[in-house]
C-alpha cells in the first residue's frame, strides 16, 4: 500500500513539474497559439520573434525598458484597410501591443510575392508601409530587398500594421535614398557650409539642392528632375567650385571644396 501511495505522489510530482517546465520554455521561446498567431516575451536583452508566413522580428539589446509579452498575427484579408490602389505583395502583419515605442528601432524581415518581377524592379519598387490598425494612415518606410530570398528588410519605431507593396515604375523612377536636412560641426564647415538640405517636390519629380550658412542664409539652391545629385551639377557657395555626395554607410552628407572636406550629420541638426 505504501508503495502505491509513494508511486501516485511521485507521478503528481513529475506531472506539475512537466507542467512547470512547459510554461519556462514558452514564456522562453515563444508559443505559436495559432496558425496565424505568435506570442512571446521579450525583455532588454533583446531577441527574436518568428511570426506568421515567415516574417521575423528583430530586437536589439535595451529596445525595450522591460518584458513585454509580443504578439505577431495577420490581418484577415477583408479587413485590411485600402492603401490607395497600390498592389500589395504581401500579407499583412498585425504587431501587438500596438503603440508600443521602442527605445531603438526594431528590425523586421517580410517575405513578399516577387511574381514575374525582374530583380531591378525589386529593388526599386518593394517598399515597406505602416498604419495604425483602426485609424488606416499609411506611412512607407525605407527598406531593402533581398531579392535572393524574396524578403524586404527595414526598420521600425513602434508597432501597428506592416505590409508590403509594389510601386509604380513612375514613382520608383522618382525616388531618393537621402532627404532631409544634414548640419556640419562648430569647427569643421567648408566654404562657410553649415546646413545642406535635399528636399522633393510632393506635386512632381522635383529635388532642390539647399546650401546654407550658421545664419540659416542661402548660399545655394538649384532644383532638378533626378536623384542621385547630378555629378556635373557646379555648387559655388564660394570662391571654390563644391561637390556633395551621400554616403549611404554612415548617413552623412559629404561636401568636398577644393582640399576642404566636410562630413555633416543629420544628428547635428538637433
Request: charge should be negative; proline fraction near 6%; glycine fraction near 8%.
Amino acid at each position: 500500500m505504501n508503495r502505491v501511495k509513494m508511486r501516485g505522489f511521485i507521478f503528481r510530482i513529475s506531472f506539475f513539474l512537466l507542467l512547470a517546465g512547459g510554461f519556462v520554455i514558452s514564456s522562453c521561446t515563444g508559443d505559436k497559439v495559432t496558425a496565424d498567431e505568435v506570442r512571446m516575451i521579450i525583455g532588454p536583452y533583446g531577441g527574436e520573434v518568428l511570426g506568421p508566413k515567415g516574417t521575423r522580428l528583430v530586437f536589439p539589446p535595451d529596445a525595450l525598458t522591460y518584458e513585454v509579452p509580443i504578439i505577431l498575427s495577420e490581418v484577415p484579408e477583408g479587413e485590411v484597410p485600402q492603401n490607395g490602389d497600390l498592389e500589395r505583395i504581401s500579407s499583412v502583419l498585425w504587431m501587438r501591443p500596438e503603440g508600443l515605442t521602442f527605445n531603438r528601432p526594431v528590425t523586421v524581415e517580410m517575405p513578399y510575392r516577387a511574381g514575374q518581377m525582374t530583380e531591378e524592379a525589386q529593388l526599386t519598387q518593394v517598399s515597406a508601409f505602416t498604419s495604425p490598425r483602426f485609424m488606416p494612415d499609411w506611412q512607407e518606410l525605407a527598406g531593402t530587398s533581398q531579392t535572393a530570398t524574396h524578403t524586404f528588410v527595414f526598420e521600425i519605431e513602434h508597432f501597428s500594421i506592416a505590409a508590403l507593396y509594389r510601386i509604380s515604375e513612375e514613382d520608383a523612377a522618382c525616388r531618393c535614398s537621402w532627404l532631409g536636412d544634414w548640419c556640419a560641426g562648430t569647427e569643421s564647415n567648408c566654404a562657410d557650409v553649415s546646413r545642406i538640405s535635399l528636399l522633393r517636390d510632393t506635386e512632381e519629380c522635383a529635388f532642390t539642392l539647399l546650401l546654407a550658412d550658421s545664419e540659416d542664409s542661402e548660399l545655394f539652391s538649384e532644383t532638378f528632375d533626378s536623384c542621385p545629385v547630378p555629378e556635373n551639377l557646379e555648387l559655388q557657395p564660394g570662391d571654390e567650385d563644391c561637390r556633395v555626395t551621400f554616403d549611404e554607410g554612415s548617413g552623412s552628407v559629404i561636401l568636398t571644396c577644393g582640399s576642404c572636406i566636410s562630413e555633416l550629420s543629420q544628428e547635428l541638426c538637433d
